[in-house]
């Protein structure tokens, strides 16, 4: 990243904390950080790790592309949701009226609470009043955002599109390489952490509403579109610049794209013989065999 973008970066930031309303300090502890690491990173005498960009656009309702690019749907290494109003930035003026910043953040907060139950329970289990809970908060507050537990799972849903998404551009926009970035992608998905986990949760929860529901089966194309042209906007570049084989990218998209979801629903459910190390060597070897054009490759392990 030059010392330009560096600097965008740390002002974008400062603007974002600055619209939410709370003191450095106060943020400093929402980032679980300690309070100088922030202020170093916002005067310039360190850089904000990918985690920590990941973490400010969170708390802040903005995204890493954003941040970095001064754009939500600016054009990046990973597709934007398009839904922008679930990644749209907070109004400037939000800092300059406590209770519309205290709004915004008890908003962000019901969804962050009602994700983790919905992850770590199931979606027919979770009650409003335990979100409430959750947040410190009353039901009628709860409501108030929401009026219904399907808006919650609506919104738990985008909340995990947009995660994805600043996770993948904090986490993959300093990578050139194509095939490097094909694998670091990867990695950023497999459910190998506590936190990915519970967004795996979220998707086979929508997985099954989508079957059941219309208007959730809508929205659950358009959240997944946006990591289909992920994974083939990262063909698409591997090609142009030698990298991979020739093939047809949409075809190799959805072959990978159905392989990682079959696998990652395997390691979920528990099957035996399925773990995330054997997710990353079977999805290594196709990439290998598939998307390099290495033939006399082995197979995809058998567990």
């Known amino acids: 990243m030059s010392d330009d973008v560096t600097d ?16 450095q300090r106060q943020f400093a502890a929402r980032l679980d950080i300690d309070p100088s690491k922030l202020s170093k990173s916002l005067t310039g005498t360190r850089r904000f ?35 922008t109003s679930a990644v749209r930035p907070p109004h400037a003026s939000l800092a300059d009226h406590p209770t519309a910043a205290k709004e915004h953040n008890r908003r962000l907060q019901i969804i962050e609470a009602a994700w983790t139950l919905i992850a770590e329970h199931g979606y027919h289990s979770v ?19 929401f009026p219904t537990l399907n808006h919650l799972l609506v919104e738990a849903l985008r909340h995990s599109v947009k995660q994805a998404f600043d996770r993948q551009v904090a986490g993959l926009h300093t990578i050139e390489n194509a095939h490097e970035r094909l694998l670091r992608l990867i990695e950023l998905q497999l459910p190998g ?17 989508a079957a059941l529901d219309h208007d959730m089966r809508d929205l659950h194309a ?32 959805r072959h990978l794209t159905a392989l990682i979801d079959g696998l990652g629903i ?18 290594h070897a196709v990439i290998d065999r598939d998307v390099l054009g290495n033939r006399d490759h082995r197979d995809p392990p058998t567990p």
């Open 49 to 83: 790790t990918a985690r920590e960009l990941a973490r400010v656009a969170d708390e802040t309702g903005v995204t890493v592309n954003w941040l970095i690019n001064g754009q939500d749907d600016a054009e990046t290494v990973s597709a934007a949701p398009r839904d």
């Open 193 to 209: 952490s506590d936190r990915l986990r519970l967004e795996w949760s979220i998707w086979l929860q929508v997985w099954t509403a």
């Open 8 to 23: 965008d970066v740390r002002g974008r930031a400062r603007e974002a904390i600055r619209r939410s309303g709370l003191s």
């Open 266 to 283: 395997q390691v979920m459910t528990g099957m035996p013989g399925r773990s995330v190390d054997h997710m990353r060597d079977t999805l």
């Open 127 to 145: 009650r409003v009043a335990q979100v409430a809970q959750a947040c410190g908060t009353s039901s009628a507050t709860v409501h108030y955002h």
């Open 222 to 253: 358009h959240s997944y579109r946006r990591w289909h042209e992920t994974i083939a906007r990262t063909l698409r570049e591997g090609q142009e610049s030698g990298v991979f084989a020739d093939f047809d990218v949409e075809e190799t998209t």
